[in-house]
């Protein structure tokens, strides 16, 4: 079992910049981790996955070319830099890690999730 607690959540004015942190209770390197979010009244929505060596990465349609996700495989840590931000982006952001390599956008891909971050972006 592994647990994930996510943090760096908070209020940003639009166009400003948050780091968001995945942290695994234990070492999960040879494992799929993505990013989700779920704004109110709205389905979740895959926003980044990375695979488990970093080689792969797929980002979600609206967060193409603002968002970075990374992993320090010794930290057991997973990053979503959120850059030029914009009130859409506001969500709660779920990070999720799968039992194999799986990084890509389905949720039915990943077993573990973290219980979220809120991230507020006012215009």
């Known amino acids: 079992h592994v647990q994930l607690t996510e943090s ?3 209020l940003v004015q639009a166009g400003g910049s948050l780091r968001l942190s995945c942290a695994a209770s234990r070492t999960f390197s040879n494992n799929g981790i993505g990013w989700f979010r ?3 009244g709205k389905e979740r929505e895959f926003v980044a996955g990375i695979s488990w060596n970093g080689g792969s990465i797929t980002y979600g349609d609206s967060v193409k ?11 057991n840590t997973v ?3 959120m850059n030029s931000t914009q009130p859409e982006d506001t969500a709660v952001y779920y990070c999720a890690a799968s039992r194999t390599s799986f990084s890509g956008p389905s949720q039915s891909g ?5 219980q979220g971050t809120q991230v507020t972006v006012s215009s």
């Open 38 to 40: 779920q704004a109110p």
């Open 110 to 114: 990943y077993t573990y999730w973290g």
């Open 79 to 81: 990053y979503l830099r």
């Open 8 to 10: 760096g959540g908070g």
């Open 65 to 75: 070319g603002r968002f970075t996700i990374s992993r320090d495989r010794v930290q």
